[in-house]
């Protein structure tokens, strides 16, 4: 039973930004961090909510797309860079290591029989989607129960120990998926939502483009039919996780780290099927994929980075994470001016600027 | 004895490269960290350099200029600022706690007498500078000894045990100070170059600007004369402090992650005396200040972080040391494609964007 997304506490953001007035800095100087940390006491209704217990759901599955030679990659690489994650030799697990997080990786729809492995969550809704310039990438029914996975590995670490969710991707051509789904929420059109990803030359790039096109013409009647509907007509099963992990770290207030493109397609979604989820997520990067601002604008976030990542996998998130605990430190830890018999202003009352 | 800058290893950098390009990733896909890996083994001679001793130099010095009503705060806060910094309440401490880097304070020429503290290095070249609006702010030979000063602050560390260097400031009035030197080195006016520092309003930041320009006219023929000259008539103590600190970090390779725009005019000091210095900078943040951006493009650095911040103390130097490292992490410990048997490519070459 999908849980109701509480709205953020106002009152705690209010007594945040009253102690950010009075801590031993100029009004404002620490800028973002600022706004951040009041966020924070919004989602969690603390002005110091833990952050200890950090956890990057790094999602699988394949794409019946990459047929359309969409990818700079097979997507045999899926499966492989799963195995990559669990054997912890990936860009996430070396991230997820630095910065104090855990990797949960999931098989939501990986093409391929992986090993029985403790370290992965086999949760395969089917072997792949279907091919989204021909017809439907899944069934509804299937999009419900990818996304109702989704919703269960997030209850699975709660119990386990879970402060801040981190979500994270992997699959060949995913942000072909993701392209459609960013220009069916949108209304854009796939020339300016459709990039490289990872590194597609301009023969791939019009095949993708000409790829998501058809995938929006043959799929139109199910994107306007709902959120749900467009999810299982363009989505993918790690997208549709996403969701799921989204959703469900909404609903018990836990703060969500938006990885890049393909995570910011499923925060879209997440968005559209409950818009008080925008309230819980913290955009973590702007990716250098083509259709990324037009997907952080929608969703009214700004990232905190902005470093020309284009990798996934939740590397953007991990990344972020030490700004998102910074931010709580400073509120929490900072001497006041009373405290720190510090001069308030003297000379004239600082602008706000 | 000023030690010369040795150049960065590009041997080193070679091999950084050449590893980026195996690891399990699409090319070029972790952004600017993938650069950042590369320079940081330039600047040690290493692939993987530690970076555990991080120290983040935060000296202070009072500016006679803060006379002419430049600042949003009285003269007064500097030396209370500093004995925040001694009791740990200061954003600086709290950052330097949630990062792993230890703090060292020095007195460069605070305008008080601070009580003898274990945590406090007592180094005052003299009590704050002349007001540069109407004079030098120190002589020749007072810079000289600033400089001297910071490079035996960094020494001291090296013994204890040192892999990185933070720079940070504070001092009432710093940022007037900081202006005249940008205009100084960069020949730009004080209308594109002056900026609201802590947050002066309207009126403050034209007697800011006026002042600069007066600083500017009557230090008309030291700042003719060279770096060392332009810097004891416009410069402060701290500043000067902080130039030493780099030259010194630099000439030992160790990468100096360079705060905002007080810690930038002391870079631009430094690169002035020292062209083969910027090898070895990291821009940590893009300071709110006006002219930072000025600063940066002079310097050739990209920052790290852009947060809107206009802090000081060090504090977006300490918030880009987790980017740092999780460069060197990234280049050393992820899989190579034949480690982990992942397809390096197929379908098509990927192209570089």
Redesign the interface.
């Known amino acids: 039973m999908p849980s109701a997304i509480p709205p953020v506490d106002v009152q705690a953001m209010e007594s945040a930004r009253a102690r950010q007035a009075v ?11 600022e706004d951040l940390s009041i966020r924070l006491a919004g989602m969690t209704g603390r002005l110091d909510p833990p952050l200890g217990d950090a956890v990057v759901f790094t999602l699988a599955a394949d794409h019946g797309v990459a047929a359309e ?1 969409v ?4 997507a ?2 899926t499966p ?2 799963v ?2 994650f669990l ?1 912890g ?3 996430i697990n ?2 997820a ?3 104090g997080a855990r990797v949960v990786v999931a098989d939501m729809g990986v093409d391929a029989d992986l090993p029985a492995d403790p370290g992965l969550r086999a949760v395969k809704i089917r072997r792949g989607t279907g091919n989204i310039a021909l017809g439907p990438a899944m069934t509804v029914d299937e999009a419900s129960r990818a996304i109702a996975a989704g919703r269960e590995l997030v209850r699975t670490e709660l119990e386990a120990g879970l402060d801040v969710v981190l979500t994270g991707d992997m699959g060949i051509a995913n942000t072909t998926a993701s392209a459609a789904i960013v220009c069916a929420f949108t209304g854009l059109s796939p020339a300016v939502v459709v990039g ?1 990803g ?7 790039l019009m095949r993708k483009r000409d790829a998501v096109g058809r995938a929006l013409a043959v799929n139109a009647a199910a994107i306007g039919a709902g959120a749900l509907e467009t999810l299982a007509a363009v989505g993918g099963l790690e997208i549709a996780g996403l969701v799921g992990v989204i959703l469900e770290a909404a609903s018990h207030r836990k703060p969500v780290i938006v990885d890049g493109f393909i995570s910011g397609a499923a925060a879209l979604t997440a968005t559209a099927m409950e818009p008080a989820v925008t309230g819980y997520l913290i955009a973590s990067h702007r990716s ?1 994929e083509l259709g990324h601002g037009a997907v952080l604008e929608r969703l009214g976030l700004a990232p ?8 996934g996998e939740g ?1 953007g998130a991990a ?1 972020a994470l ?2 998102v ?2 931010s709580v ?2 509120l929490n ?3 006041t001016f009373g ?5 308030e ?9």
């Open positions: 801590l031993t800095k100029p009004a404002g100087s620490l800028g973002r961090l030679g990818s700079a990659y097979p045999e690489v492989q860079m195995l990559n054997r030799g990936a860009a070396v991230l290591r630095e910065v490289r990872t590194g597609v030359d301009d023969e791939g250098q905190l980075l902005d470093l020309d990542l284009r990798l590397t990344l030490p700004l605990r910074a430190r400073l830890d900072m001497a405290e720190a018999g510090v001069s202003r003297a000379i004239m009352v600082p602008t706000t600027e």
